[in-house]
Structures are given as C-alpha cells and as structure tokens.
C-alpha cells in the first residue's frame, strides 16, 4: 500500500507502548496493531483524532505517502 | 426454497404422510409416532447437555445428523491467526453475542444462542485456521437445532462476515 502508518515510529518517539496508547485512546489492542501494520482497510477521522490527541502529533506524523518513491 | 436438500425434505414429509395409512396397519401409527416423538426429545435432550461443549461439535455439524440445519461460510483475510482470533472474539462481542465460549489452542469460539419462543436457538462455531503463506481463513458454522429453517441463521452468518470485514475500517 502506498500509504504507510507510523504508528510505531511515532510510538517509539514518545517512548510509549501499544497496551498505553489503547489504555489513551479507547482503541483496542487489536486495531491499534493491524493500524500498525498497515493491514487496515481505512482509518477513522475520530480513530486519527484519539490517536494524535494521545500522542500529541498532527496526522502527518502517523500517515505518510510513500507513493513515488 | 434454498437447496435440493429442502425440497427433497419437503417432499418426502409429504409423501410419507400420505401413503403412511396404507404403509402400516392403522394400530401401528400410534407407535410410529410414539417412536418419532421419543427421539425428538432423546435428540433435544442430549442437545440441552452438550451444546455448551466444543467436543461436541463434530456430533452438531456432521452431515449425517440430520436433526440439525447447518450452514458452513468461508473467508480468507490477509491476517495471522492470532490476530484474526482476537479480531472474530472482538466482532463477536460487538453484535452482542454474549456467550462465548473460547478454546484459544484450537483458535475455536463457540457462541451459544439460548432458545426462546421463536427457535430452539442455534450454535455458531468460529474457527480460524493458519495457512502457510501466514495468512487465515475464518470459518463460520451454525447449527440450528431443528430440522428446517426459513434463512435466518445463513442471513446471521453473512451479517458476521460482513461485520468482520468492515471491522477493519479502524
């Protein structure tokens, strides 16, 4: 997928692990790693909200195009 | 009508109730029926102690119980099997299923559906088998605990499989 998820990348910068990001935003365990992954199918406007408002980041910082690389 | 299987069914209840008068002599129809009537109740009996057992679902889901609807569905998903598991228990949860019952080394979740008024209640198996290519396939079996069916137990386990699908909209 043209589209990757930083999620880890952005979870390691704030030195923060899954459990606590699900525990922050009400996403379970689950979604938070198939987001990681980048298996989702699509991503929420409300799911990238909690996930900025947790990690304290623009959505830029967790969606990247990688498309012409 | 669904499938061959419910029209053959149909027409050999209607068959035999007709020609039963002159099949047996009319001081045996009583007995038949007794006979009908008490393995009914054996069937339901068994049914009442076992279906909260997974061991049990081989006896369920066997093609040649033929007390019990079934309806197997199959769908791949570009997943683990763990994270599939965890996935199928999540969704589950979500539409309200709530008596699960989980064998996490068998990847198998029973889901058991009480009886009310309106069915004798159905038992719905979810497995996740791993493949080699790291990937999984969900099956979805139902097991109706009567003889027919009008289709709502085939429109549950699509709405699941769908439900599934759109869960990964995150």
């Known amino acids: 997928m043209a589209i990757k998820v930083n999620v880890d990348v952005m979870l390691a910068k704030r030195k923060m692990q899954l459990k606590e990001l699900s525990a922050l935003t009400g996403i379970s365990n689950v979604n938070l790693s198939i987001l990681k992954q980048g298996k989702g199918k699509a991503i929420r406007f409300t799911t990238l909200e909690a996930i900025c408002k947790a990690l304290d980041c623009q959505p830029g910082d967790i969606l990247e195009w990688e498309g012409l690389s | 009508m669904r499938n061959l299987k ?20 009319a001081d045996m129809h009583n007995v038949i029926f007794a006979v009908f009537i008490v393995l009914v109740v054996i069937f339901q009996m068994c049914s ?63 889901v058991k559906e009480r009886i ?11 497995t996740i088998l791993g493949k080699d290519n790291g990937n999984s396939e969900l099956v979805y079996e139902s097991v109706a605990f009567q003889i027919y069916t009008w289709g709502k137990n085939e429109d549950n386990g699509t709405k699941f499989l769908a439900n599934m699908e759109e869960s990964f909209i995150i």
């Open chain 2, 6 to 25: 419910d029209v053959l069914a149909v027409v050999a209840i209607i068959v035999f109730t007709a020609l039963m008068p002159r099949l047996f002599p």
């Open chain 2, 48 to 110: 009442f102690s076992g279906r909260s057992k997974l061991s049990w679902k081989r006896f369920y889901t066997s093609s040649f119980n033929i007390l019990t609807t079934k309806n197997t569905l199959k769908l791949d998903f570009e997943f683990d099997q763990k994270t599939l598991f965890e996935k199928a228990k999540e969704v589950l949860i979500t539409n309200g299923y709530k008596n699960l019952i989980i064998d996490e080394s068998r990847k198998l979740i029973l």
């Open chain 2, 116 to 126: 009310s008024f309106k069915s004798w209640g159905e038992n719905i198996y979810v």
